[in-house]
């Protein structure tokens, strides 16, 4: 699976839109972006995932560059419960178990 | 997610001991896997399972086992090769046959006294 690299920590004021940036240079035609995040303590909780094109949920919206080396996942309206960390993961649309790779995340801190 | 059972919660392991972390799911997943999470850090993956009586070393899988004997079930022992076995441990399961979701059970903390 391709290697993804996020910012450690961001801040984000409460009510703001959160915008958390994911690279992912090395990934490749057939591979995925997936988004989850932990809040303390918890088991990950999915949020969304795209191929090429852009994606909305009840929860966030995935921004894919054409390229697609980098993505963005936007939290609209964020409030303090959307305090956790959140990780960016590529993997491949195959059957099989995969080996999922979690890389360190960012941890996002909402402030009122 | 309510479909994946973890447990105990807390878990207290006495040096030279061998654990038994259960892991049992009830969404008919084909793979499951174990990830061990340190204070601060990243889910680092340590062992994985696509059918029963069939699983894989992930990153870490030093002083640990597993076994699959029953789709439903994978639980994962730490034995006393692990000198620090302390940490967060998280099971989580998935569909195969599609572009499915990773499901996460909620965790054993894990210390050693």
């Known amino acids: 699976d391709a290697k993804t690299t996020q910012p450690t920590s961001m801040d984000c004021a409460e009510g703001r839109a959160a915008n958390l940036p994911c690279n992912h240079s090395?990934?490749?035609?057939?591979?995925?972006v997936y988004w989850y995040r932990q809040i303390h303590s918890q088991g990950p909780q999915y949020i969304i995932h795209?191929?090429?094109n852009n994606e909305t949920n009840e929860m966030a919206s995935l921004i894919i560059t054409e390229d697609r080396k980098s993505s963005t996942l936007i939290l609209p309206h964020a409030t303090l419960r959307d305090t956790a960390v959140y990780y960016c993961?590529?993997?491949?649309?195959?059957?099989?178990?995969?080996?999922?790779?979690f890389g360190q995340g960012t941890r996002l801190t909402i402030n009122p | 997610d309510g479909g994946i059972t973890q447990s105990p919660k807390y878990l207290f392991r006495k040096e030279g001991q061998n654990v038994t972390l259960s892991c049992e799911q009830n969404?008919?997943?084909?793979?499951m896997y174990w990830y061990r999470q340190d204070p601060g850090q990243g889910l680092r993956l340590i062992y994985y399972?696509?059918?029963?009586?069939?699983?894989q070393k992930g990153d870490i899988a030093e002083g640990y086992s597993v076994s699959r004997e029953k789709k439903e079930s994978f639980p994962l022992t730490v034995t006393s090769a692990q000198k620090n076995p302390t940490a967060f441990y998280l099971c989580?399961?998935?569909?195969?046959?599609?572009?499915?979701?990773?499901?996460f059970g909620s965790g054993t903390q894990l210390s050693v006294v």
């Open positions: 989580a399961s998935r569909r195969t046959e599609s572009n499915e979701k990773l499901c």
């Open positions: 090395t990934i490749s035609g057939n591979e995925y």
């Open positions: 795209g191929l090429k």
């Open positions: 993961i590529v993997r491949f649309h195959l059957q099989g178990a995969q080996k999922l790779v």
């Open positions: 969404l008919n997943h084909d793979a």
């Open positions: 399972s696509q059918i029963v009586n069939d699983f």
